[in-house]
């Protein structure tokens, strides 16, 4: 992990920060209209519900492997059909949540996360985490590289944000631009 602890957080804010910025742009009726993010079925209220499981899932992370346990979603998530599967229900349990809602559990599970990982001391950042065993996914990886894991995407650890930012400015950008005749 190259990141530092205190590297991962500034990127962790910077992703939120930039996400909240179009967030910040929509209505509850946008925000909430499914199928407009990607191409998908997804809503921009359902987008920060997935982004704030995630954060949320890096918090549960840290306290598992404080506590000697492996992380739990490493038994939850072993592939990408079981990845979509979690997707797909996590956003279906969050259906129901309005959008302003959403909106501060997003920016809040933001700040807590920051806040966490900013004050994680280096040596713990860098100690091997336990593992699941066979199911566990590979090598063994350090406390960083499971939050990295958790908040972003293969090869691009903390970045989770920038997966999604292009689709919701997208988004935005067409809501701002209204019916097109």
Known sequence: MKETPAE?????????????????????DAAEA???IG???????DLAGHLATW???????IEEVRAGRP???RTTVTD?????????????RKASTGWEETLTNFRATNARLVATVRAIPDDEWGRVAPSAGASGGG???????EVGSSTGMP??????????????????QAVEAGPQA
Do not use: C, M, Y
């Open 8 to 28: 991962a957080a500034a990127i962790l804010a910077r992703g939120s920060e930039a996400l909240d910025a179009a967030f910040s742009k929509l209505s509850a």
């Open 139 to 145: 090598r063994a990886r350090t406390l960083g590289e």
């Open 71 to 73: 992380p739990s979603i």
């Open 34 to 36: 499914r199928g407009t």
């Open 155 to 172: 090869r691009n650890p903390f970045r989770h944000a920038w997966a999604h930012l292009g689709d919701l400015q997208a988004f935005v």
């Open 80 to 92: 990408e059909a079981s990845l979509d599967r979690f997707n797909a229900t996590e956003v279906e």
């Open 39 to 45: 191409g998908g079925t997804w809503s921009a209220r």
């Open 55 to 61: 954060e949320e899932l890096a918090l549960r992370t």
